[in-house]
């Protein structure tokens, strides 16, 4: 059995971190170990965190138990990733508009538009990933953050009975895209800052303009993993995409799907839809790109100023 090192607490007061490196490796199939490598200012030495990514114990996955239809297990089964949306918790009751303002509106809807020339039949599953700050604009406070993306999730389970005609519009906006599920890649984040980093490692992701890239570039993995049925496991603390996925409209329960427990699950294609401002952090030459395509099957795209990664 593969034993992953407890490294948080061991590399406490070794200094400022200045420098961050991602390795991944496969070291039996479909289980991968992703390193990530701090290097301390304080002796100048190198500490790293493991992250053992490896399939759930149990046969299905969220996003497959929930959204699944029976005769997708006949072909490849595509999840499409149509937006990255970044927001800050506000110090008041929540407001829908406080996190889907009128760029966002456009940015997503431009994206839905690319997606459906790719996917005319909408047979992919949609998600949309919610990456949303504490009031201090950091991943600090947890609860603050779990708290706003139980509420962005509830507005679009309603049935849309809004009296704000924004309202209405930011609803129809996910609903008539087809979005099935949203990741919470905000509770990740501030997950990953509690349990699987110590407080200069932290630091370095949370100040530092590099650091801030390379934690989206290593939960860009983890969800990615998420998607793909898997959890992680760093510093004896197991992630499940469990925990991380919210389901928003739910195939089975329209009607289209069935029971996928006893089926034979198809291949999981991914496909990832970035905005024009994700370009260099995506780009054929981005830490995140190489690090993918020494395990996956990858293709990069440009179409319209939106960054296509597909996954295989």
Excluded at 106 to 113: A, F, R, S
Excluded at 116 to 134: M, N, P, S, T, Y
Excluded at 164 to 170: L, N, S
Aim: contains cysteine.
């Amino acid at each position: 059995m593969l034993q992953i090192e407890t490294t948080t607490q061991a590399f406490e007061g070794l200094g400022p971190v200045s420098d961050v490196q991602l390795k991944m490796e496969r070291v039996r199939e479909n289980t991968n170990i992703l390193s990530v490598s701090f290097l301390h200012e304080l002796g100048n030495v190198w500490r790293l965190v493991d992250f053992l990514f490896r399939p759930l114990p149990t046969k299905s996955a969220v996003h497959l138990e929930a959204l699944l239809c029976t005769g997708a297990a006949k072909k490849v089964f595509t999840v499409a990733d149509v937006y990255p949306l970044n927001g800050t918790v506000k110090n008041r009751r929540f407001k829908i508009t406080d996190f889907v303002r009128p760029i966002h509106r456009k940015e997503i809807q431009q994206q839905v538009e690319i997606l459906d020339e790719i996917d005319c039949e909408k047979e992919h599953v949609r998600c949309l990933v919610i990456d949303f700050k504490d009031q201090t604009k950091r991943y600090d406070c947890l609860q603050e953050i779990s708290v706003a993306e139980k509420e962005f999730a509830a507005f679009f389970k309603g049935d849309g009975s809004y009296k704000d005609k924004t309202q209405v519009d930011i609803y129809n906006l996910i609903r008539k895209g087809k979005v099935n599920f949203f990741i919470n890649e905000g509770s990740l984040k501030a997950g990953l800052i509690k349990r699987a980093f110590n407080s200069e490692q932290s630091d370095f992701f949370q100040k530092n303009e590099k650091g801030s890239r390379l934690l989206c570039q290593l939960c860009e993995v983890i969800m990615n993993g998420f998607k793909q049925g898997c959890e992680f496991v760093v510093n004896e603390h197991r992630f499940n995409p469990n925990d991380y996925i919210t389901v928003v409209s739910n195939i089975i329960d329209d009607g289209e799907g069935g029971d996928c427990e006893e089926l034979e699950l198809p291949p999981i294609r991914l496909l990832t839809l970035y905005p024009n401002y994700y370009q260099g952090t995506y780009s054929l030459n981005s830490a995140y790109y190489r690090l993918i395509t020494n395990i996956f099957r990858t293709r990069h795209e440009d179409k319209n100023g939106t960054t296509i990664i597909t996954i295989e």
